[in-house]
């Protein structure tokens, strides 16, 4: 029976340069080849596409290949929906929850910086008028963040921010302008930072 295939996370270090030369899905840093995205690790020869026996001279080439079922993962340039934990001053916390219109399997944390909430005047941007705790959001990763796979997220373009909101009357608000939302019920305004939806990212 073949061992079972490894499996590799996103940054994992698979091996030295001097022992394999690094092939798609991997990138190299300080002598040695790491994994650059979610999937399982595979080892060819670069002529005969065969497992390499040891005694060959020519390194083998380590890849990742992605699995179908396996985790997407956000990445630079990506739309992503998330859904608002947590604000303050300075940024908005979230939860990612797809990649487009695909759902993530487990969530990943993202941060909304001040200065990433829209393109034009950022000095008189607030954090509390542009999204609330629960709200849903379309952003752009900008970055993939920190250790603790924190992605820095914009909402800096026209067809991105809130695009599903709850009044304190628990009803989901209509957008009555690109800074503001309104309760169907009460008719209460809110400040946010609507989003213009383009069809494609509606989730049904």
Same mark, same amino acid.
């Given at each position: 029976?073949?061992?079972?295939?490894?499996?590799?996370?996103?940054?994992?270090?698979?091996? &030295?340069?001097?022992?394999?030369?690094?092939? &798609?899905?991997?990138?190299?840093?300080?002598?040695?080849?790491?994994?650059?995205?979610?999937?399982?690790?595979?080892?060819? &020869?670069?002529?005969?596409?065969?497992?390499?026996?040891?005694?060959?001279?020519?390194?083998?080439?380590?890849?990742?290949?992605?699995?179908?079922?396996?985790?997407?993962?956000?990445?630079?340039?990506?739309?992503?929906?998330?859904?608002?934990?947590?604000?303050?001053?300075?940024?908005?916390?979230?939860?990612?929850?797809?990649?487009?219109?695909?759902?993530?399997?487990?969530?990943?944390?993202?941060?909304?910086?001040?200065?990433?909430?829209?393109?034009?005047?950022?000095?008189?941007?607030?954090?509390?008028?542009?999204?609330?705790?629960?709200?849903?959001?379309?952003?752009?990763?900008?970055?993939?963040?920190?250790?603790?796979?924190?992605?820095?997220?914009?909402?800096?373009?026209?067809?991105?921010?809130?695009?599903?909101?709850? &009044?304190?009357?628990?009803?989901?608000?209509?957008?009555?302008?690109?800074?503001?939302?309104?309760?169907?019920?009460?008719?209460?305004?809110?400040?946010?930072?609507?989003?213009?939806?383009?069809?494609?990212?509606?989730?049904?």
């Amino acid at each position: 029976m073949a061992p079972p295939a490894r499996y590799c996370v996103p940054g994992e270090r698979l091996c &030295s340069t001097e022992e394999a030369t690094a092939g &798609s899905g991997t990138y190299t840093r300080h002598g040695f080849i790491f994994s650059s995205l979610a999937g399982c690790l595979e080892k060819r &020869s670069e002529d005969s596409g065969l497992t390499l026996p040891s005694a060959a001279p020519q390194l083998p080439v380590v890849s990742v290949v992605r699995d179908a079922e396996s985790q997407l993962l956000p990445d630079v340039g990506a739309v992503v929906t998330c859904k608002v934990c947590s604000i303050n001053s300075r940024f908005a916390k979230v939860h990612i929850l797809y990649v487009g219109s695909t759902p993530l399997k487990s969530t990943f944390r993202g941060t909304i910086r001040r200065e990433d909430i829209r393109a034009t005047e950022k000095d008189k941007v607030e954090v509390y008028k542009s999204f609330r705790p629960g709200d849903i959001v379309l952003a752009k990763v900008i970055s993939l963040g920190d250790a603790q796979s924190n992605y820095l997220l914009s909402t800096a373009e026209n067809e991105l921010g809130v695009v599903v909101a709850r &009044s304190e009357a628990g009803v989901q608000m209509v957008p009555i302008s690109w800074c503001e939302m309104q309760c169907p019920r009460t008719h209460t305004k809110d400040f946010r930072k609507v989003a213009r939806v383009q069809p494609q990212f509606l989730q049904t």
